[in-house]
């Protein structure tokens, strides 16, 4: 449960905001997020060893059931993990994440690192962290559509942004592409992004 350099190459890693293991909180966790895509870098196993999608969603309930606080050297790590409240996966409902820094690492990795939405602005829109608070993005309008928020806090339907990033949303500006180019957000990193909105896009 240690901040960067998760693999020992004397590199913080691409996730070095999150730990590698958050009780309570797999989408927190770094061990689990390299388990379900190439968001934070390769994506985990790197060698065909018989892991399953059953081992991924074992990993995320027992990350989710272990209790608040959990440290491995108290003795709250030897009370029951709660195993009942924790749906059987992932994608059966739950809380997802609404934290900044989940959201932000998502932006930091496949937005912000390219010359689109970092500091070359090359799109005209800056995605890294100082530009979200200072009020470049969160409430501002779409240079796309100018009557419609790029981040409306508290609706994350009436967000430019979140349509830009939804395969299916049809209300795209006409000749404009799904976001990101480099290939499409997976599931739970858009539900992420969702969450945070819907929770009102809080910076802290």
Known sequence: MVVGDANGNGRDAAGAELRQL??????RSFLYLRLLGDALG?????????????????????????PEGWQPDT??????????????DPEDGGPVASD???????????????PCHG??????????RAALAGGE?????SREVPGRALIAPGAADESYL????????AERAQGTALMPVGG?????ERAAIRAWIEAGAKLD
Request: glycine fraction near 10%; proline fraction near 8%.
């Open 22 to 27: 958050v009780p309570g909180r797999p989408e």
């Open 42 to 66: 390769a994506r985990m196993p790197l060698v065909e060893s018989g892991w399953s999608e059953e081992a991924t969603r074992a990993l995320y309930r027992f990350v989710r059931g272990l």
């Open 184 to 188: 499409e957000l997976g599931a739970e």
């Open 137 to 141: 993005v969160i409430g501002a309008p």
């Open 100 to 114: 900044v820094e989940a959201v932000q690492a998502i932006f930091d990795q496949r937005c912000a690192s390219a």
């Open 162 to 169: 979140v349509c830009k990033i939804e395969p299916g949303c």
């Open 75 to 88: 003795r709250v790590a030897d009370e029951p993990i709660a195993y009942a409240g924790c749906p059987s």
């Open 119 to 128: 500091a070359e602005r090359a799109s005209g829109l800056d995605l890294r």
